[in-house]
T-cell receptor
Framework: GESVGLHLPTLSVQEGDNSIINCAYS??????FIWYKQESGKGPQFIID?????DKRQGQRVTVLLNKTVKHLSLQIAATQPGDSAVYFC????????????FGTGTKLQVIP | EADIYQTPRYLVIGTGKKITLECSQT?????MYWYQQDPGMELHLIHY???????EKGDLSSESTVSRIRTEHFPLTLESARPSHTSQYLC?????????FGPGTRLLVL
C-alpha cells in the first residue's frame, strides 16, 4: 500500500554509550507526556511518563526531561544496550475537552555492538 | 503488563474481500483506539471510542468502520479490501491517560 507520512529519523549509538532522543510537541495546553518503545513487529510499549508540573523524571536507566518554554521533551537512556534498539515515540496528552493523545513522528535507535 | 489482544496477527487476503480485525481488552478501559502504521513510519489515528456506542473518526481518513457494542471489544471492518489498505493496524486502550497497545495485525491485500 501507499505509505502515508514521514520516514523516521535514525539515531546510531555505540553500545554502552548514553542515548538522547528528542521530541518537539505542539500544544502548550498539553499536560501529560509519555514515551513509548516499539520493537520490530510489535505494538508500542509504555516506558515512562511525566506531567507538566515536573521538568525531570527518572526510571530504570531512563530519564525524561521536559522543557515547557520551548515545548521540548527528551528521553535519555543510560548505558545503551542492543535490546534498546527500537523506534521511540513521544506522545502528548492535551487536557480538557475530550482528552486526546497525539503521537510524535518517532525516532529509530540503532545500537552498534 | 497490559491485557490487550488482536487477531489475526497476520492476514493475507484478496481484493474485494470483507475483513474484520478483532481487538479486545480485559482491563475495563473505556477508551479504545485504532492506529494505522506503515513500516518505519508514524502512527496515524484512524478511529477512537470513549465508551460503548461511541465511535469517532481519527486524524487520518480511513475507509474502515468500527463498532463498540461491548466495553472490551472494538472490531475494525473493511467492507471491500484493496491493496492500498495494506498496512499494520494497531489497537490500543486507555483508562485515564496512558494508552496500552496490542501486538498489531499486519494486513496484506493482494
Amino acid at each position: 500500500g501507499e505509505s502515508v507520512g514521514l520516514h523516521l529519523p535514525t539515531l546510531s549509538v555505540q553500545e554502552g554509550d548514553n542515548s538522547i532522543i528528542n521530541c518537539a510537541y505542539s500544544n502548550s495546553a498539553s499536560d501529560y507526556f509519555i514515551w513509548y518503545k516499539q520493537e520490530s513487529g510489535k505494538g508500542p510499549q509504555f516506558i515512562i511518563d511525566i506531567r507538566s508540573n515536573m521538568d525531570k523524571r527518572q526510571g530504570q536507566r531512563v530519564t525524561v526531561l521536559l522543557n515547557k518554554t520551548v515545548k521540548h521533551l527528551s528521553l535519555q537512556i543510560a548505558a545503551t544496550q542492543p535490546g534498546d534498539s527500537a523506534v521511540y515515540f513521544c506522545a502528548e496528552n492535551i487536557a480538557g475537552g475530550y482528552q486526546k493523545v497525539t503521537f510524535g513522528t518517532g525516532t529509530k535507535l540503532q545500537v552498534i555492538p | 503488563e497490559a491485557d490487550i489482544y488482536q487477531t489475526p496477527r497476520y492476514l493475507v487476503i484478496g481484493t474485494g474481500k470483507k475483513i474484520t480485525l478483532e481487538c479486545s481488552q480485559t482491563m475495563g478501559h473505556d477508551k479504545m483506539y485504532w492506529y494505522q502504521q506503515d513500516p518505519g513510519m508514524e502512527l496515524h489515528l484512524i478511529h477512537y471510542s470513549y465508551g460503548v456506542n461511541s465511535t469517532e473518526k481519527g486524524d487520518l481518513s480511513s475507509e474502515s468502520t468500527v463498532s463498540r457494542i461491548r466495553t472490551e471489544h472494538f472490531p475494525l471492518t473493511l467492507e471491500s479490501a484493496r491493496p492500498s489498505h495494506t498496512s499494520q493496524y494497531l489497537c490500543a486502550s486507555s483508562g485515564i491517560e496512558t494508552q496500552y497497545f496490542g501486538p498489531g495485525t499486519r494486513l496484506l491485500v493482494l
